[in-house]
């Protein structure tokens, strides 16, 4: 069975950074695509980033220039880089990606989630 595996968060003080990892279990599998989400208390999930299968991005207006979402296809992990990080940006992420099998058919998966907390 696939899984999506998270790590990466942590607690930070304001303007630093972190670097969120999504990435797929075993071998003979790729991320043709994924979205990165959070979830702050009260709120509701919103979308973060996003990268397609052919690499374009796209970002909420509360984090671009501020974070980037990747790809290393030779690694099958996804990453968000989030820099300059304020207290708002304190969620619960959860990556979601579209996973190729071996007959190249896509199925959808979500990462457990991960927390993020910036604090001072």
């Known amino acids: 069975q696939v899984h999506l595996v998270e790590s990466g968060g942590g607690l930070v003080q304001p303007g630093e950074s972190l670097r969120l990892s999504c990435a797929t279990s075993?071998?003979?599998?790729?991320?043709?695509?994924a979205i990165w989400y959070r979830q702050a208390p009260g709120k509701e999930r919103e979308l973060v980033a996003r990268?397609?299968?052919?690499?374009?991005?796209d970002y909420a207006d509360s984090v671009n220039g501020r974070f980037a979402i990747s790809r290393d296809n030779a690694k099958n992990t996804v990453y968000l880089q989030m820099n300059s990080l304020k207290p708002e940006d304190t969620a619960v992420y959860y990556c979601?990606?579209?996973?190729?099998?071996?007959?190249?058919?896509?199925?959808?998966?979500w990462g457990q989630g991960t927390q993020v907390t910036v604090s001072s």
């Open positions: 075993g071998s003979g599998f790729g991320i043709s695509s």
């Open positions: 979601h990606a579209n996973i190729l099998n071996s007959l190249g058919v896509p199925y959808s998966y």
């Open positions: 990268i397609t299968s052919s690499s374009r991005t």
